[in-house]
Every structure is written in C-alpha cells, then in structure tokens.
C-alpha cells in the first residue's frame, strides 16, 4: 500500500510517496536519490545509515519511511554549507579520521547529533556517542581525534 | 501490504480485531524492519505510534508507570527510573546503541518475548505488571505470566501493551542486571541474570531474593526454587555456591550461534553467583561468612 510523506529533509519540505514497507533508508537513497547515508548491514547494527530524526541520531535503514510524516531529519548532504565543510566534516579531513570511508557519513552525523547535545563531551560521552557506529577498517582513534578537534572548533 | 496508522487505541483494537492474525503491531521498528527484510513481509502493518497517551513515564504511588511507546532512551535517561529502580537503567543504559534506544521501545522490547530481551530479566525481578487493552476491556497480567514462549505473550493477536506498571522494589533491597555477551554495545545476551534482594531488618538473613534469567530458557523466567532456597537465610560460602549451582538447573538453555547450551549453564551459574554476591554485600553491608 502506497502511502505520501511530508516531511522536512535537511530543511526543505519533501512530499512523495512510499510503500508502506519502505524503510526511511530506502526512501533517502531510492526515492530521493540522496546516496550519502549509506546502505550497509541494514538490520539497524552498524550505523553507516544513521541520520538525525528530530534531534536524534537513528538507524533509518530500521525506520518506517512512513514516520517521516511530519518530521525533520538531517542527512550528512544537509551539513556543508555551500563549498564551506561542516566543522565536524573538516575534523574528519584534518585528522585523517576516514580510511575507507563507507562508514564516515554515520559517523558524522552520530558525532553531529552528539556535538548538538554538548559542546564538552567526556570521553564516555564520545564513546556511547560512536558505539552503534562500526568502522571495519577500524580507524577508530583517528574518529575519536576528530571528535576532540571539532568539538574545539564549533 | 497493508499499512494502518490508528490514532486511538479502540482504534488500534478494531484494526486488530479485522487483521491482528496476519498484520504486524510496529512501533519503533527496529525489530519489525528487519522481519520485512530478511523474514516474511507481513500482510499488514499496524503503526502504533499515533496513538496519544502511551508516552511516557509517571510517578503512580509506590511506583512507576511506563507507557508502552516510551523509549529505551527515554527510560535511560530518566532520572526517576536512575534513582528508583535502577536494575531496569541498567539494562535500559546496556540495550544495543544509541541509535536503537533512541527509537526502540519498551513495548516492542516485552511483546517481541525474545527470551534474551534486555528489561526482561529486570521487570521480572521488579514484579512489574502489563496493562493490556483488548476489545472486552482491559487486563492486568504480571510479567511472570506474561511470556508464552518465544514471540509469544498474552497480548495475542488481538490485544495491545498499553502500559507497564513497576512498584517499587522493597525499602533497603539491592539489585543488579549481569549481562553476559561478547562486545559492549549492540549485542544480544548468551546470558542475562536480574538478581533484587531484600535482607531482614537485623541484615544478617535474606528476607526475599528475586532472580530473573534470560536467554535461558524459551521465555524469560525466574528461578523460583532458588529464591525458596535462600529465603529467610544468611548467605554463607556453602549456600551461595548451591544456590548458584541450582540456578543452573532451572534454566534450560538452547545451543546457538552465540553460545553452547553447557557453556550457558556455567555462565548462569557463575553470574547468580556474582548477582547474589554483589546485591548481598550492597544490601547488608557484609562480606559472605
């Protein structure tokens, strides 16, 4: 059963419709052909689809498209302004936090949604913030420099 | 498929009533999305999350109300449920990842009936009632009877978790939620134990022992000849080691891909040893003698 979505993606309005089987990870990337958040595990384990949902961060490849109805989400395509990188985009860059990279997109917005809570974040703060983010090519020290220099610059 | 989207729970109750045996309750979805991906699609989705009222944590005389579509999150982050029953922050604060507390909730967690669900073991040993909502009105089940097996409770497939009702564990008692698995975060318990004792008012008898298992069985369960053991005794060397050893014997593990059912048996073993060990010393302030 097709159902129409309206919501709010990285502040501009979006309607269109889904199958009521369409997880908001397929919506993002099939439907709106936005490719950053990034399909990987899609059993809501590995975090590499996690965007913002209404402040917080989620796996959306385990979220109903249709609970986008009237929310506002942020994807990673929603941080840079213009050319200008988000501090924690740059933080990633300047600390070679990214090897592969597939898993960098959640990583970002996990680290976002975490910068968003706080501006101090401890080192348990930054560890709960990253544990549902998987890195298999597990650079995770370079990620947790990242954190440190953008939490510095924002 | 079918998608439905009530906005009350009579609602919910007549859309159960026309599609409860082959439609799906989905709330935070995060166990749901994967059914449809990699089980079987439903013939219907019924989205819970519409449905005014069932948010939420509130103060009830001498306990906590939890409404069925609150999150994991939002209990972690309660400072009532930190400071009142602390078994089930713990288990809350050790769920999965961030990204899942944020949409899973507690009564996708109790309705699911995995026997490794992570408030299980504790709402076991809170004596924690369900409130359940069906078309002839509603019923209040402990969580002691709740679980059927697994995926299977006594909502069926006609009624709807509304609420869980927690009362505050006895005043002095002590608790612990052990969780055996192999990474910190987004695993699933070989092993869980809840362990909330009560000593007598002297401290040096257990006045009341709960202990709560999971993943041991084809439901979450309590060891209930283990606590008849060790009620109304101090716990010395000798008890504590028996009472582990039978804790053992009421369990039933399964051998999976996380764990053999033997090497499940020693785990439940060794962690209501340490739960007993651990709340003891807490409650009574003394060591084991």
Redesign the interface.
């Known amino acids: 059963m097709s159902i129409t979505i309206n919501t709010k993606i990285n502040g501009s309005s979006v309607t269109a419709t889904a199958d009521a089987s369409t997880s908001l990870l397929e919506f993002l990337r099939d439907t709106l052909e936005m490719k950053g958040s990034k399909l990987c595990c899609n059993t809501g384990e590995c975090g590499a689809c996690t965007v913002i949902y209404n402040g917080k961060p989620i796996n959306s490849c385990v979220t109903m498209a249709a609970d986008a109805n009237g929310a506002e989400i942020t994807t990673i395509e929603g941080l840079a302004n213009g050319d200008k990188l988000h501090p924690v985009q740059q933080a990633f860059i300047d600390t070679g936090a990214v090897q592969c990279g597939y898993c960098t997109p959640g990583f970002i917005m996990s680290v976002k949604a975490l910068l968003d809570r706080t501006r101090n974040p401890t080192p348990q703060d930054i560890e709960e913030a990253i544990s549902g983010n998987i890195c298999r090519c597990t650079g995770y020290n370079k990620i947790v420099d990242a954190i440190e220099l953008a939490a510095q610059k924002l | 498929?079918?998608?439905f989207?009530p906005r009350s729970v009579s609602e919910a109750l007549s859309v159960l009533a026309r599609h409860g045996a082959e439609a799906k309750i989905?709330a935070g979805?995060?166990d749901v999305?994967?059914d449809?991906?990699?089980k079987e699609?439903p013939g219907g989705?019924v989205?819970i999350?519409k449905i005014p009222g069932l948010n939420g944590i509130s103060e009830n005389g001498a306990g906590l109300r939890i409404g069925s579509l609150t999150t994991i999150?939002e209990i972690e982050t309660s400072a009532l449920v930190r400071e009142k029953l602390p078994v089930l922050w713990e288990a809350a604060h050790q769920f999965?990842?961030?990204?899942?507390r944020?949409?899973a909730t507690i009564g996708g967690n109790i309705c699911r009936a995995s026997p490794s669900g992570e408030t299980l073991g504790p709402l076991l040993v809170l004596d924690a009632k369900a409130k359940l909502a069906f078309g002839d009105g509603e019923k209040t089940v402990p969580f002691t009877a709740f679980f059927q097996g697994p995926g299977k409770c006594s909502a069926g497939t006609n009624g709807l978790l509304i609420q869980i009702e927690i009362p505050y564990p006895p005043a002095g008692s002590k608790s612990v939620y052990l969780k055996h698995a192999v990474r910190?975060?987004?695993d699933i318990a070989m092993v869980g134990v809840a362990v909330l004792m009560t000593p007598d008012s002297s401290k040096n008898n257990i006045q009341d022992v709960r202990i709560g298992l999971a993943a041991v069985a084809p439901t979450p369960v309590r060891a209930a000849k283990t606590e008849a053991l060790l009620r109304g005794k101090p716990l010395s060397p000798s008890l504590l080691r028996e009472a582990a050893v039978l804790a053992a014997s009421e369990s039933s593990p399964i051998s999976d891909q996380r764990s053999s059912a033997e090497y499940r048996h020693w785990i439940v073993e060794a962690l209501t040893r340490k739960g007993l060990e651990q709340t003891w010393q807490a409650a009574t302030g003394k060591e084991i003698a």
């Open positions: 498929m079918e998608y989207e989905i979805g995060t999305m994967v449809i991906k990699f699609e989705l989205n999350k999150r999965a990842s961030l990204q899942v944020n949409t910190g975060a987004m």
